[in-house]
Nanobody, 114 residues
Framework: QVQFVESGGGLVQPGGSLRLSCEAS????????AGWYRQAPGLQRELVAS???????NYADFVKGRFTISRENAKNMVYLQMNSLKPEDTAIYYC????????WGQGTQVTVSS
């Protein structure tokens, strides 16, 4: 069963930074496109950033220039570096495949507040 374990969230002041990590228990992880998603209270889960097997990356407009997605296939890891955080970035962050979604992990809470 495919599982994702997210970590690295926390409470940070506006303008601060966090680095999220995701470990995927999936065979042949390198062949899958992966994504970071987030869900704020009362809102639907949305795609934040994605990274293809060839390392092509894409970002939602609301995080462009602030967030960076990366992956380390040898360790089955996906990362999200988040800079210049804003209160509206407050959400639970999840990782998953980009297509044929697997079960969702517990996510990691990111709270941006002064």
């Amino acid at each position: 069963q495919v599982q994702f374990v997210e970590s690295g969230g926390g409470l940070v002041q506006p303008g601060g930074s966090l680095r999220l990590s995701c470990e995927a228990s999936i065979s042949y992880f390198a062949i899958y496109a992966a994504g970071w998603y987030r869900q704020a209270p009362g809102l639907q889960r949305e795609l934040v950033a994605s990274i293809l097997p060839d390392l092509t990356v894409n970002y939602a407009d609301f995080v462009k220039g602030r967030f960076t997605i990366s992956r380390e296939n040898a360790k089955n890891m996906v990362y999200l570096q988040m800079n210049s955080l804003k209160p509206e970035d407050t959400a639970i962050y999840y990782c998953n495949k980009l297509a044929n979604l697997a079960s969702w992990g517990q996510g990691t809470q990111v709270t941006v507040s002064s």
